[in-house]
């Protein structure tokens, strides 16, 4: 579990999300990943989540928190 703290202050322990997690969550809402020399691209439903020089958990992760936030 990962200790999350939002901006109020509220502290929540959420269980990690794996690769696999990520993606089955996002499996509607990506149409694209791409890897090229800056890093990975994964476009979605929502718009672009550009990562570069990212390993591939981090531009899921981008692309988990922007649906999350909406």
């Known amino acids: ?3 999350c703290e939002y901006d109020t202050g509220y502290l929540l322990d959420l269980p ?3 690769i696999g997690d990520m993606i089955e ?3 509607n809402k990506i149409l694209d990943i791409k890897n090229n020399v800056d890093g990975y691209y994964i476009h979605t ?3 672009f989540v550009i ?4 390993e591939l958990c981090d531009a899921l992760w981008m692309a988990v928190k922007e649906y ?3």
């Open 1 to 3: 579990y990962a200790r």
């Open 68 to 70: 999350l936030n909406k």
């Open 51 to 54: 990562g570069v020089d990212i």
């Open 25 to 27: 969550y996002l499996d």
């Open 45 to 47: 439903l929502g718009g």
């Open 16 to 18: 990690l999300m794996s």
